[in-house]
């Protein structure tokens, strides 16, 4: 279970969303490393849970950093 402060950490990175609350808080990892490589060559990847590509947080969570950051 997430704090009351690691909950407020998920909404404010994606920027108080609708339904951001409901987010892992191993998604900000995935709006951390966007950020990180805008501009550059780099690629990566990030291992986490199943649950970020199933579910109600598949929304949530992939249509912040496509369009964003374009990724």
Avoid at 9 to 27: D, R
Avoid at 56 to 61: A, K, T
Wanted: proline share 1%; aromatic share 8%; with cysteine.
């Amino acid at each position: 279970m997430m704090t009351d402060a690691q909950r407020a950490q998920i909404k404010a990175l994606f920027g108080n969303m609708s339904g951001s609350g409901v987010l892992e808080y191993v998604t900000r990892w995935y709006v951390e490393v966007a950020t990180l490589i805008q501009g550059t060559s780099i690629t990566c990847a990030v291992v986490s849970t199943n649950s970020v590509s199933q579910g109600e947080q598949v929304g949530l969570l992939w249509m912040h950093p496509v369009q964003k950051y374009g990724i």
